[in-house]
């Protein structure tokens, strides 16, 4: 299996820019998770997804962030405009079903932004 | 509400010893509780899950962890350290919520480190 899929593995881009990560989930799997990491705040959950539909997006920071999922084997997360604070690690995640509490969660090798 | 704690942001240990990290968690829920590995620049592995099944479970790496419900913990031991492991660490409890479906919830992570 080929796992969790995230590119652009490394992004630096200038503050006001569009940045779009993007996420392959792995096949079979019908939730899929952004999460976000940084020093200050540790792992914190963006937005999730299941069946393609937007469940839970309260950890999304501001209107500035959007996340789409268009099909089961596709999803983005844009920012927009950036700004340096955005600054961090993006991970995507999915697991089979997000009603059991038990399916583990299989990360991704995470988008590094830095905004400047 | 569902919170993790762990115990100690960092722990140092020489090759060849044990390590022990520590966690506590609170549910309101009944809990599948996981522990994380992340080294540096990579996203985070599954070493092990709880799932209501036996308490003492075995993970990847020579890990293990013991559910105790009465403490509300979920340590993680590894007899005999090794370079390779170290990395970052995180609980991380998970419960299934209705209408929000299956929320993780991390832990703040404890930093490894292992000297030769």
């Known amino acids: 299996d080929a796992g969790v899929i995230q590119s652009p593995r490394h992004e630096v881009t200038e503050m006001g820019q569009e940045v779009t990560l993007r996420c392959k989930p792995i096949?079979?799997?019908?939730?899929l998770f952004w999460y976000r990491q940084t020093m200050m705040r540790g792992l914190e959950l963006l937005i999730y997804?299941?069946?393609?539909?937007?469940?839970?997006d309260s950890g999304m920071p501001e209107d500035r962030f959007s996340a789409k999922m268009p099909n089961a084997s596709f999803s983005t997360l844009k920012i927009q405009p950036s700004e340096p604070r955005d600054s961090a690690v993006y991970f995507c995640?999915?697991?089979?079903?997000?009603?059991?509490?038990?399916?583990?969660?299989?990360f991704g090798e995470g988008s590094w932004l830095t905004v400047v | 509400a569902q919170s993790v704690t762990q115990l100690d942001s960092h722990v140092s240990v020489s090759e060849g010893t044990p390590v022990l990290l520590r966690c506590n968690y609170s549910?309101?829920?009944?809990?599948?509780l996981f522990w994380y590995v992340q080294h540096p620049n990579k996203g985070l592995q599954l070493l092990l899950k709880?799932?209501?099944?036996?308490?003492l479970v075995k993970g990847i790496n020579g890990f293990e962890a013991e559910f105790k419900k009465s403490e509300t913990s979920f340590h993680l031991t590894k007899p005999s350290a090794h370079m390779s492991d170290a990395a970052e660490y995180f609980c991380?409890?998970?419960?299934?919520?209705?209408?929000?479906?299956?929320?993780?919830?991390f832990g703040g992570g404890t930093r490894v480190l292992v000297k030769p």
């Open positions: 096949s079979g799997h019908n939730s």
């Open positions: 995640a999915s697991s089979r079903r997000h009603t059991d509490s038990g399916n583990t969660i299989y």
């Open positions: 549910s309101s829920y009944s809990p599948s």
């Open positions: 991380v409890v998970s419960a299934e919520i209705k209408a929000a479906g299956n929320k993780l919830t």
């Open positions: 709880y799932t209501s099944a036996a308490t």
């Open positions: 997804f299941n069946n393609n539909v937007p469940i839970d």
